[in-house]
């Protein structure tokens, strides 16, 4: 039986703040770009109508890496 929880998270500054429903246990990406890599940022990717901004909108920008 799978059945979401709430998971927590947000950027390293602390500017940024987000929650999302998904199962306890997820698989999650390392990114093997060098921002990422030195940062050792890992990615989820969730439904948008399961994650909810909770602080942070106005420091958001698109990154491209060109």
Not at 41 to 57: A, C, R, S, T
Request: proline share 3%; with cysteine; aromatic share 12%.
């Amino acid at each position: 039986m799978s059945f979401a929880v709430t998971h927590t998270g947000g950027c390293h500054c602390g500017a940024i703040r987000f929650k999302f429903q998904a199962s306890p246990r997820f698989t999650a990406w390392c990114c093997n770009c060098s921002i990422c890599a030195i940062k050792r940022n890992d990615h989820v990717i969730v439904p948008e109508q399961k994650f909810q901004l909770l602080q942070g909108q106005a420091q958001l920008s698109l990154y491209t890496k060109y």
